[in-house]
């Protein structure tokens, strides 16, 4: 919210039909699909947590990197589709700033944001706590 506010301090009025970085489907792309892509992308992306930054095994080192990598590889895929937002609070915030200074309301697509990326990350660490194995002192990522 703080961001899409300080695009409107700076630019002004002007900036409000932008539509203040607010994620939204593109053209042609369908609410089921919208959502299958955040929910893959965040499910990309917190299986690359939990394996890189948040598993006792291993070192913390290169977390910021492999995160960082796969936040641009699931922009690169799924931007033009959805914005690649993979973070409910990431879609909240423009969306409330633009209801609030005229622009425009997008709240009905807001379901995708919010489900879709909760589903992919739930899923991620139910997957990761199966195959990881997070519990066994032994695995992957050990010194």
């Given at each position: 919210?703080?961001?899409?506010?300080?695009?409107?301090?700076?630019?002004?009025?002007?900036?409000?039909?932008?539509?203040?970085?607010?994620?939204?489907?593109?053209?042609?792309?369908?609410?089921?699909q919208?959502?299958?892509?955040?929910?893959i992308?965040?499910?990309?992306?917190?299986?690359?947590?939990?394996?890189?930054?948040?598993?006792?095994?291993?070192?913390?080192?290169?977390?910021?990197?492999?995160?960082?990598?796969?936040?641009?590889?699931?922009?690169?895929?799924?931007?033009?589709?959805?914005?690649?937002?993979?973070?409910?609070?990431?879609?909240?915030?423009?969306?409330?700033?633009n209801?609030?200074?005229?622009?425009?309301?997008?709240?009905?697509?807001?379901?995708?944001?919010?489900?879709?990326?909760?589903?992919?990350?739930?899923?991620?660490?139910?997957?990761?706590?199966?195959?990881?194995?997070?519990?066994?002192?032994?695995?992957?990522?050990?010194?």
């Amino acid at each position: 919210s703080l961001g899409s506010f300080a695009v409107v301090a700076v630019w002004g009025a002007r900036a409000i039909p932008t539509g203040l970085a607010a994620t939204g489907m593109f053209d042609g792309v369908s609410y089921g699909q919208a959502m299958l892509c955040e929910g893959i992308g965040t499910f990309i992306l917190m299986l690359t947590i939990m394996g890189s930054a948040v598993d006792a095994r291993c070192r913390g080192g290169f977390a910021g990197l492999a995160i960082g990598l796969v936040v641009v590889a699931d922009i690169i895929v799924f931007g033009n589709v959805t914005g690649a937002s993979m973070n409910p609070a990431r879609t909240f915030g423009p969306y409330l700033v633009n209801v609030l200074t005229g622009g425009p309301n997008m709240w009905s697509q807001y379901p995708i944001y919010l489900i879709g990326p909760v589903g992919g990350a739930v899923l991620a660490a139910f997957v990761y706590d199966f195959i990881g194995d997070p519990r066994n002192a032994e695995g992957a990522c050990t010194e």
